[in-house]
């Protein structure tokens, strides 16, 4: 709930890098690139209810059963906690970049090309076991899980900031705190930038452990992953790496080459599925970010999309019962339809048209058949008034239906 309430915070400090970043014209912000991110943060809270019970769940039950005594609450020991959570967190994020079958999940997080506030909130709502596990030990160490959950949100609030290019280094700070310039590195694909720099809160463990590298003047970052994602869609940012690994399983037709797959570290492939099914290896030299073109008109349903779903995403998170799965279901899928179609319209894809008649359908449908609980008037309102403008950005791309680049 701690992170719910910082969620309008994050909005407005995103609000005023835009800003600042269309003042200046740095570049900094690319339309498609930054709702892609805030989609899959979308996706990502309102899905993440399923880890979240199951990691609480966990917790509470390994603390009452190995739970022999229980570490006093007063100051020292939350600040122990945020320290040794912190470090617990290092070794967590470098298990997700050494291994495929944990990359999966926190490569959603470095899809982004662009480097923004938008990226801190691009997170995936898979990768249950890895983050589950790797705290654990806390509870054994006498950390209750309501501490642990605590100071977990605080480390991921802390990392909020730290994600943008308006801020230089830092002087003395940057030898001890995870800033924005180390952790800019982070996010590179830069042959010297790859798998550097994994804290969280403090870069201390990166010193300690050999994995710290600082942001040099003479190679600048390229952002992004060396396998590019190529969509805005949130669900497929979600699904490709996974998808990449069953594609090579198929391939292998073996269950030695399976295994080989699902233990495979990060970027390697088994050789004799490279050879059968070969990757170009992506050039930085020459790389392009990806900025496809859109139809005209669409950019109006795009910003319709968009602040439904930002609107929805909180009420969702604060009215809807989540343990209760159908219904969480069934109020979930016009915003997860939304989420899909926004990211084939900035994709230039005719599907997202019709999706968004589907998820306007859906809409219309549920105030009149389906047992959910939204209110009615503002609801029918936010109908009419997208299909008003789904029918006049359809109106507008059949006239001129040359495509135009969306930023």
């Not at 859109?294 to 009215?319: C, D, E, H, P």
């Not at 997208?386 to 359809?394: D, E, P, V």
């Amino acid at each position: 709930m701690i992170i719910l309430y910082a969620i309008p915070v994050f909005m407005l400090m995103i609000a005023v890098e835009a800003i600042s970043d269309r003042l200046s014209k740095r570049g900094y912000y690319r339309f498609n690139d930054a709702l892609g991110s805030l989609a899959t943060g979308m996706l990502n809270r309102t899905m993440n209810f399923l880890t979240l019970y199951v990691n609480w769940a966990a917790y509470s039950a390994l603390f009452g059963y190995f739970g022999y005594f229980e570490l006093p609450v007063n100051a020292i020991t939350w600040l122990a906690a945020f320290v040794i959570y912190d470090f617990f967190y290092y070794w967590s994020h470098r298990l997700a970049h050494t291994y495929s079958l944990f990359w999966n999940a926190h490569a959603v997080h470095h899809q982004s090309e662009e480097f923004n506030l938008t990226t801190a909130l691009r997170q995936p709502f898979t990768g249950v076991v890895q983050g589950s596990l790797v705290y654990l030990p806390m509870t054994l160490m006498g950390f209750s899980p309501a501490m642990v959950a605590v100071v977990g949100s605080l480390n991921l609030i802390y990392q909020f900031w730290v994600h943008t290019r308006f801020v230089p280094k830092l002087g003395y700070l940057e030898a001890v705190f995870v800033t924005p310039s180390n952790h800019r590195v982070h996010h590179g694909m830069n042959d010297r930038y790859i798998d550097r720099n994994f804290g969280g809160v403090f870069i201390l463990w990166d010193r300690l452990f050999g994995t710290f590298q600082d942001e040099l003047e003479t190679d600048p970052v390229v952002f992004g992953v060396r396998k590019p994602l190529n969509s805005f869609n949130p669900f497929y940012a979600n699904v490709q790496i996974y998808a990449q690994m069953l594609r090579d399983i198929w391939v292998g037709k073996s269950v030695h080459l399976a295994w080989q797959v699902l233990t495979s570290r990060t970027g390697q492939r088994p050789e004799a599925i490279a050879q059968k099914a070969p990757i170009e290896r992506l050039d930085l030299a020459s790389f392009q970010p990806f900025n496809p073109t859109r139809a005209r008109g669409s950019l109006l349903v795009v910003w319709s999309q968009l602040i439904f779903s930002l609107i929805y995403t909180v009420w969702f998170l604060l009215s809807i019962d989540q343990t209760g799965f159908v219904s969480a279901l069934a109020h979930f899928l016009p915003l997860g339809l939304a989420l899909f179609s926004m990211g084939m319209l900035l994709e230039g894809r005719t599907l997202g048209w019709w999706l968004e008649g589907v998820r306007l359908a859906y809409i219309g449908a549920a105030l009149t058949v389906l047992p959910v609980n939204w209110p009615v008037a503002p609801a029918s309102i936010y109908l009419a008034v997208s299909i008003l403008l789904l029918l006049g950005a359809l109106a507008m791309a059949m006239r001129r239906f040359r495509p135009v680049v969306s930023d």
